[in-house]
């Protein structure tokens, strides 16, 4: 197989071509930039001196599709669903992994996203790729929406317990927090480092677009709908997704009974781990690596079950759950290319 | 005032070794260790070279009434149990910052504790310094304790809710996260610095012995007595508090009624600051000052209210509440001695 | 004292306004920016909340004079060259943080700030603040030109070698690091969190606008004149300046009589502290003071010294040397509202 | 190849059990520990669960020698010295990540050490490792001394300019800075988060076990012998150490020429990465993976050149060099299983 990225220079792009570089069946042909074609790659990524050989090119479907399969998307809301529909015409397979794609309801995108909605055909076109839980539809897929950082934690954590009717969803709480390399790489005071080291923050208080995503997702295991409560934190470190979520029970349970559940859905998940009970997982334990890992308990007092949850917000969250798509799609074992030990400490 | 102050070797300690060293009516008369004694104070802190001159000392309730009128306990849980009782019988006013004499309930003490109770009388004699809400008791108070770094931003934050019935309290979830000085100065393997730097954790899943305080005060401003979710996170950063609070309103309300009201139940409260609406802090905005900063904000989508309660661990957490109650106590302005800008960045 | 803070949303500023807010002599009347004016303080710095009342103005030095006796000037490179002409007319005194008042050499200045010089005159009457070594000049002065962070670490570690003709100067490595708040608060992809933390940096190499003012002072105390190596780090930290500095000794010493001639100079220096021999000085020792801590060492096997010396550039880097100025000035105790136990942890 | 790996609880093991799990030519076939045998290595490392099926085992050297070709010791100072003559007798090859074989003078060993010296006969069998400059007698070693982390990067820095006679080497200030990973797994006050976070400190001063590690081999490449100025300090963060190091050259030369001799002598070195001139490299740039990046520039002011060399202390300091000599020693392409790009940001 071989990939174009667009959006090389962002965090996104630069871990595809991190991983990429060490992926035995796809090859890296071109990386792309809006802005700064014609500038060598290690320029923007000191870091990979010596191991890429690309200098930027423009961005040009069709001369894309001269050379590669597939083009993987790494750009801000609001350029895939224009590039989109350019790159399926011109016979490329698309993985994005932007937000443009994932909403089904063009108005809810347009609501959350305050940007146009990618064209009807193509959203529906686009099959929402979470790898465990969609690996069938994504195997056909021409257009692969890859799902975001927050999501992919939340509903890989959540599921399992929506799926079997097990929860209220209207008592969902997802307290989420983040990593600094989510916000991406354009400096602002927030990201500056002396206002953020040493410091931890609340952001986009009941407004942050994962929201609607998480919701649509959430209804497609369940027959309930109903809003949830979805809020974000800035942790100061550079990667990893924490989401520690609590929900009442319909009927009282017991953790070793809801730990086996986790078990047995996930036993052929390759990347998701569940953590002996009694345990939970910390972000750094999956540093680097394409796992999600995730701990549970009942509490009694409260009949509330508590599930927790993380990613490396750059691999699962994006690059690597990209990657374990790409896989699928060509139909050879998901962790091709993945198979990392998390990098500890 | 003369002031002796138990455990100075630990941070609390150490912290009002710090304030008290510029407040105007309050002098460090000893400070006390029970394994160090006889070495000198900047031994354990070169922060305070040629500042202290402080020999650690033994610690005997009637050799320190001779020189002091006032004991701050700043002291692991199970020591105050024992040494307050001695303190009160020398006839020294106590503050203690330990855990030990908030729980009226000896059983609920021992039970999330696991250490046996103070005396009943002297528990019974304590009065719960949060000072913000008991400024009255604490005036005349013998016996202060001084309440928990995550009760003190919770009740702060969570209070005027609940004292206006306006919560159903059963639904209240409170996601807590802290910097690692809340674990005390004694390393350990979770605290070291590659394990924690670059992470985020979630420790004591409901099992924080921080609950049954944080339950036992919301039931002093409530009818309604009922288990709440409470669980705690720690954060690779030195200093600092956020409790994020949701729950569920008995009737539909709006932001700014419900800003309105936390204005004016803390126009008085010197260190409680309301952010704006539509703004939040962050933890660092509080650095090494006795604030509390406080956001919040009503979802109309989910009918529940968020707030955003954050503090120094150390100062508003502790000592600095500490000093806030020592000059209560003595009858002068509650800021004395704590009027600091916090330090930013 | 009546003062005025120009670049008051800076981190220099921001200090000056912590620092003065509880110094009992001097009184803050106003805060300035060029291109904030009518914006209220708190909104650049939410941490002040309630207890500034202040509004940014605009930069108009007879309308200043009417209300203050003194201008701080916290402004980046270039600015204050031409407004302290104005302020000087207008009958303000002037302490300058910025770097435009340093250099005697005019062209030097040119050559490594690449900005215009401040006007001759100006210049020759700046007095360099370094406030142990230049008491009494200051005391008189109308102008202060304050030491930078860098030149502030490095001088008070070396001075007394040099001063004492101890070291050959032309061996005399400075091998500085700073925190990241010394970068300013301008945003940059190099203080972007992402990019900054877990990550060491060296820059500026050998060309740092710092090498020519300490090589000027160190010729103030010194017959020999020679260039010196002097390089620059960020350290992932958001305070703190450590300078590690290595030179040959004319003649074999031991430890002990350096140390000896360390305490007996600084002994009347309330704001430096010699730490005990075979103990060295760490940043966060002195984090949110205005100390300068010093360890020291002589290896025989090299012939050389080694003097280690930290501050908090924020303080007496920046804003606590310029009030320490201040103080002097005023002919008060120097200590005088900065007498800060430092934050620790 | 059948590879042991004794000390595996330690962070230099567990970052061998991370490289190996991917190595396509050696496997891993057990993990030692003296004092944790009989439990499961995921209890000690939760971020290898479901990837490492390891319990850990006693060591006995001829019980290894049976499953394995090869040993790696990475264990404290002190222990391999006496494991080693037995790993040997029993037939394994051994490479040694400790100190204890690197030092030929034992009695250099043990007046820097403090510990009993390894047999003389074991240590003059032990090849020094440092794979860029000793690949051929590595090539057919028996023992390999894997050399300590500091003076890896020291060396790859400065050798070329030694090895072609070009600096005073009695000038040449090593100034280092480590992350706090290299103190490794054991708590202690030092290494305790909030001591550490925000902090820099200098260690050990002149006083590193590592001096005369570097001036022996220095002393390999030049006819001077001369002690030279070596100190260390921790940054808080996780992973990577930075040399920068400054000599007086014999003759006066141009930054273009000495950088022309660096790109030469490492042309064929693929983990040794030259930064153009004029950039500098910073630490995270090689995280997580076993490249040595350097920078140098020569100052005319000074006749001084400096040179800047970072590294992964536990990959091309530790870990990653092992596999590296591990490659040499199986004669197979060096980057086989290491060929990482860098983990950033």
Same mark, same amino acid.
């Given at each position: ?28 042909? /071109?990386?792309?930039?809006? /802005? ?13 001196? @010596? ?8 961005? @040009? ?6 050379? =590669? ?26 993985? &994005? ?28 076109? =686009? ?9 069938? /539809? ?40 983040? =990593? ?108 680097? /690596? ?21 990613? &490396? ?5 994006? =690059? ?26």
């Amino acid at each position: 197989m071989r990939a174009a990225i667009i959006g090389a220079t962002g965090y996104g792009g630069a871990e595809l071509v991190r991983i990429l570089h060490s992926h035995p069946k796809c090859e890296v042909v /071109s990386v792309h930039s809006s /802005s700064q074609s014609g500038i060598e790659y290690k320029n923007s990524y000191m870091h990979t001196q @010596d191991r890429t050989p690309f200098v930027l090119e423009s961005i @040009d479907a069709y001369e894309i599709a001269k050379k =590669a399969d597939i083009v993987f998307m790494a750009t801000p809301a609001g350029i895939s669903s224009k590039l989109t529909p350019e790159m399926v015409d011109a016979g490329l397979k698309v993985i &994005d992994l932007s937000g443009d794609l994932r909403i089904k309801n063009l108005q809810d995108y347009e609501k959350w996203y305050k940007k146009a909605a990618a064209p009807k055909s193509v959203v529906e076109e =686009a099959v929402y790729g979470l790898s465990e839980w969609s690996k069938e /539809s994504v195997r056909t897929a021409k257009v692969v929406a890859n799902p975001g950082c927050y999501p992919t934690a939340t509903l890989l954590g959540i599921v399992p317990l929506v799926n079997k009717d097990l929860i209220k969803l209207s008592t969902l709480i997802i307290d989420a927090k983040s =990593a600094v390399s989510g916000a991406g790489r354009s400096p602002s005071e927030v990201t500056h480092f002396p206002e953020m080291n040493d410091n931890f923050r609340i952001y986009k208080v009941n407004q942050h677009q994962h929201i609607p995503e998480i919701e649509q997702m959430l209804t497609s295991w369940s027959e309930e709908k109903t809003p949830i409560s979805f809020n974000t934190h800035l942790v100061p470190m550079t990667r990893g997704i924490m989401a520690t979520m609590y929900a009442q029970l319909k009927n009282a349970e017991n953790s070793e009974s809801i730990h086996d559940l986790y078990n047995e859905i996930y036993e052929d998940s390759p990347f998701v781990r569940i953590r002996p009970l009694g345990t939970f997982p910390s972000t750094k334990e999956v540093y680097g /690596s394409n796992f999600c890992d995730i701990g549970l308990s009942y509490d009694e007092r409260t009949n509330r079950v508590i599930v927790v949850s993380v990613i &490396d917000n750059l691999m699962k969250g994006a =690059a690597g759950q990209a990657v374990q798509n790409l896989n699928i799609m060509m139909g050879i074992e998901e962790t091709t290319g993945l198979d990392f030990i998390p990098v500890y400490p």
